[in-house]
């Protein structure tokens, strides 16, 4: 069973999707970065100056100190955070197109098959009937 699972892990299929899902996880780092430090800076500026990172409809205030016993965290609805996660979804998404479409333009179309010949059969017709004249 462990000879099985080695020879499982060690197959193209496995190292290539593992370094795909780190690779994302790096992309994914990046594009966050680049949306919540330059995207929404600019987004922001533009829409009055607000941080959109900070938005939200505060549903309860927070009670007491933190830290002290007894303490009851805020309640609220992120707005602004969930803006920039879909933000960051639709530059993950158009990276995404253009990577696959790069990348399907770098396979070659299959080779075109060659016409078929006669089969052998057709073949022998035709000298029976070539000896018959």
Known sequence: MLKEFKNFIMTGNVIEFAVAVIMAGA???????????????????????MDFSNLKVVLSEAVGTEGAEGY??????????????????????WVMFIIVKAYNKT???????????????????????ALKK
């Open 107 to 129: 396979k070659t179309p299959p080779a075109p098959e060659a016409p078929a010949g006669p089969t052998t059969e057709e073949l022998l017709t035709e000298i029976r009937d």
């Open 27 to 49: 992309v994914g780092l990046v594009v966050n970065g680049f949306v919540a430090d330059i995207i929404m800076p600019i987004v922001g500026h533009f829409a009055g100056g």
């Open 72 to 93: 009851v965290p805020e309640n609220a609805i992120r707005w602004g955070a969930w803006v920039n996660t879909l933000v960051n979804l639709l530059i993950v998404g």
